[in-house]
């Protein structure tokens, strides 16, 4: 059997569009709740979302889906992604759950399970929770249904684990940062857990109306925030997604720096200090060619995984790695959390600002990246062109010319019918002129 709700991080899709309805969200609870549930104890789940209007029709259903086949419901609230890994474990619970679709518009959200270790479901106990759903779940008897009960201190309780992170020799005094909240997750948390560490905090997107998460702001809109640094003379911009799972810095000058640079800085750091677990950081496929190289010089290996920062943590996992994360600011660090942590990521950077005195553009330009295109073609449902003979070929001609500059990425999307096609090189004319022969390729196949 495999797969056809959970996608690469979780289930996600367009609110009151299947499969993100209130009738799924509630047999889905079901199911996951008969999967934790093994015996006749007692079991708990902690329930986290962002500020989605729709957080509160599917924390209703998810309780409703829970409660009904014995589940304790523990609601946490609008908290960041992180903080339902970390409560996950700290209250024991068998399962966690985050309602959030991270950076996508507030009209669609998505679902996200952690198990009693605090990390993203396997592969394997997905397929499971579907299979469960679909061949119907027996339900508690009347006497075992599980109760409900809403957790106030949620935050507080992760704000005072993210400072834990944070060395205790130093403060942020002196310090003027810009947090972009995304009108998210974070958008109390964050600034509390800077003001407390002593820095100047100039709050950005902090006033969610269910309606505005991501709304040009946060990772994927940069530019607000590099604005404010600018105006304001900051030191540095801090910019979390809806969920708070991911960091794009903004440096002094207002320019984003993003998670590749910000990963080969702690991965550089660390290695100094004897703490970067077997001398290597996992990334993803999509990670820039050049950071590869800068970590190479400085004796680090660099292992990829496939995209999603669920298989960076499994790639982690397997071979006891603690730092590892996407370009796009997923950055997971196991010594502190399970799952990509903005916050906390964002405090390993500031540690390194008040360390050394030096600037957070001085410290985050690690390496030259490699010029890096990525095009997307659209194909018609049902196809299947990376299987053509002409598309196969025309990638290994790419493969071959830039077999002594470069590489390759061709992959299928997992949420569209889009075939993504990404090259590096520094031979620029070179890597258009292989990107263009594959996309044709593929649009006349597909």
Request: hydrophobic share 40%.
């Amino acid at each position: 059997m495999t797969r056809s709700l959970f996608g690469t991080d979780g289930i996600r899709g367009r609110t009151n569009t299947d499969p993100m309805t209130a009738e799924i969200a509630m047999k889905i609870a079901a199911a996951a709740g008969r999967y934790f549930r093994r015996d006749q104890q007692d079991h708990r789940v902690v329930i986290g979302k962002d500020t989605r209007l729709s957080g509160y029709m599917l924390e209703n259903a998810l309780t409703a889906g829970f409660t009904s086949t014995g589940m304790n419901v523990f609601m946490l609230g609008p908290v960041p992604t992180p903080a339902v890994g970390f409560l996950t474990r700290s209250m024991r619970a068998d399962v966690g759950v985050m309602i959030s679709a991270s950076h996508n518009p507030a009209e669609d959200n998505g679902i996200k399970f952690f198990g009693p270790d605090g990390f993203k479901l396997s592969d394997d106990a997905e397929i499971e929770i579907e299979r469960l759903m679909n061949e119907g779940v027996e339900l508690a008897h009347p006497q075992r249904i599980g109760r409900a009960k809403r957790i106030d201190d949620s935050g507080a309780r992760y704000i005072e684990y993210v400072k834990t992170t944070f060395p205790r020799q130093f403060r942020l005094d002196g310090l003027r940062i810009v947090v972009d909240c995304a009108n998210g997750a974070a958008h109390r948390v964050a600034p509390a857990i800077l003001w407390e560490l002593g820095a100047d905090v100039i709050p950005v997107a902090n006033t969610p109306n269910g309606l505005n998460i991501n709304e040009n702001c946060g990772s994927t809109h940069p530019e607000t925030a590099a604005a404010r640094v600018r105006e304001t003379r900051a030191n540095v911009g801090l910019c979390l997604d809806g969920d708070a799972d991911r960091l794009i810095l903004i440096d002094e000058t207002g320019t984003p720096v993003d998670g590749d640079q910000l990963m080969g800085l702690i991965a550089s750091r660390w290695k100094d200090d004897g703490r970067l677990s077997g001398d290597t950081l996992v990334t993803t496929v999509m990670s820039n060619l050049g950071l590869e190289r800068a970590m190479n010089d400085r004796g680090i290996g660099m292992e990829r995984a496939q995209v999603g920062d669920r298989y960076v943590v499994e790639k982690m996992r397997a071979s006891n790695f603690n730092l590892g994360g996407e370009q796009s600011g997923h950055i997971v660090m196991t010594d502190y959390a399970t799952t990509g942590d903005g916050l906390v990521a964002a405090l390993q950077v500031l540690a390194a600002m008040v360390e050394t005195g030096k600037k957070a553009s001085e410290l985050t330009r690690v390496f030259d990246p490699v010029p890096q295109v990525l095009r997307n073609v659209r194909f018609a449902k049902g196809s299947e062109p990376l299987k053509a003979d002409e598309v196969q070929q025309a990638i290994a001609d790419g493969e071959k010319a830039l077999s002594d500059c470069g590489r390759l990425l061709i992959r299928k999307s997992g949420t569209e019918p889009l075939i993504r096609v990404m090259g590096e090189s520094e031979d620029q004319s070179k890597l258009n002129d292989v990107l263009e022969s594959i996309c044709k390729a593929i649009e006349k196949v597909g």
